[in-house]
């Protein structure tokens, strides 16, 4: 059960991510929608989907679970470092600074660290498809932003240093209470000495 509600989950939030690649289709449907109208539905819709997810991915793993192949002890470590640099990535996509500026795309570049290092450290069926939905659907998101001819919305204004910092700080914030509260107390899963 756990797992067929993760992957319905999957469907409609990288479903949803996915459409707003198809620029034609979504300029239709705001079109048809209005602006309002797309923006609270595509929230719903990912809310929904991450909700999904979590919900599914937690009670797969703690009632489902389905090993394909047992990860060695070093490629959790290796996970657990590469996390660190996609927390921070993914916090720079929205704290725009220099990580910005040299990385262009940094919050699809956090998420294929974070979904290739769970696959590294994840040899279950429920991980492989989280984990591989997930780095397939930024691999592709990120080749489309190269043949797209829009901006896809206004430029946000890239700030200095100070901003990595911030993004920095706020990445290493963010990591702990993923690895220290997320983790454990709502999948379930521990990360840090496990």
Sequence with gaps: MGLIVMILGLVLFLGVHAFTTQRNARARLIASMGESGYKISYTVVSLAGLVLIVWGFAHYHASEFWPVWT????L???????MLPAVILVVAAYIRGRIYTAVKHPMLAGVKLWAFGHLLANGDLGGIILFGSFLAWAVFDRISLKRRSDSGGPPIPVGGVSNDLIAIVVGIIAYLALAF???PIVLGIPVMGS
């Design 71 to 74: 990860p060695p002890t070093f």
């Design 181 to 183: 509260a997320f983790h």
């Design 76 to 82: 959790k470590h290796i996970n657990t470092a590469l």
